[in-house]
């Protein structure tokens, strides 16, 4: 069994199903049945790939940098899909608010709810922490946090029904949001918007390979026009390589620090 790790973003079994395309491609590319994992949080695919007992994953930039720098993940980058709604594979973290919020930029957020995904989530938590006190404001001191969400979409339900004041995300999960039609663009206020940085990517684990590393590269990198989980469909992907996640780690800086 091929077994594939995968950020919860939402419930468990719409990601599972929503993987589906993508792991019956793969299984016939590389000749093996493959199974969808999703974990309880982002730092359990680090765990999973350090302990064996996931073969690849798809991870957040911040995931992958921590996986691979802090948790010693033996783990390559291989590929990032490129958005056929953005025609890119790159993103940015935003951060939101209800339209109808008399919160307009960063320091109107003192005193006010604010909603992190995962303590390992580049847009959902690290991100919008730096941002938070570049602008002078504390988390610990200056706003009121509530529990982990656990996931970006579930950020966004809070947000929309008022349960918080604001959250961050990546734009492609409300982009997608509303390409569905589950979102209406007009109820969101989007009050910061990040460099764009290189997005989430598909990793494998070097060692004891049960399927040849280039095997499954070559699988991976042929992929297009196929549907997957939070990123939507893939138009194609592109080589996915360390180096392009330089800039992730600038933008978060010291993680333990954070």
Known sequence: MFRVGLIPSVNPATMIKEAAPFLRQLSEAIGME???????????????????????????PAGYVIA?????API??????VLDLTKSSWGRAIIITRSDSDIDDITDLKGKSFLFSDSISTSGYLLPIKVLRENGLEPATDISIPPFSG????????????????AGMGDE??????????VNETDIKIIYSSPSFPGSL??????????STDTTKKAVL???KIPFCKIGMIASMEVATDAD???????IGDVQDI
């Open 76 to 81: 390559e980058p291989i590929a990032r899909g």
């Open 202 to 211: 598909f990793v494998l684990r070097q060692a004891e390979d049960k399927v």
């Open 34 to 60: 493959t199974e969808a994992i999703v974990p309880s949080n982002y730092e359990a695919i680090g765990e999973g790939l350090c302990s064996g007992d996931l073969d690849m994953a798809f991870m957040g």
């Open 68 to 72: 691979r720098d802090k948790q010693k």
């Open 222 to 224: 042929a992929m297009s």
């Open 151 to 166: 996931s970006l979409r579930k950020s966004l339900q809070q947000v929309l029904d008022g349960d918080v004041d604001a």
């Open 245 to 251: 996640y330089e800039i992730v780690r600038e933008m």
């Open 173 to 182: 999960i409300l982009d997608l949001a509303v390409l569905k039609g589950e």
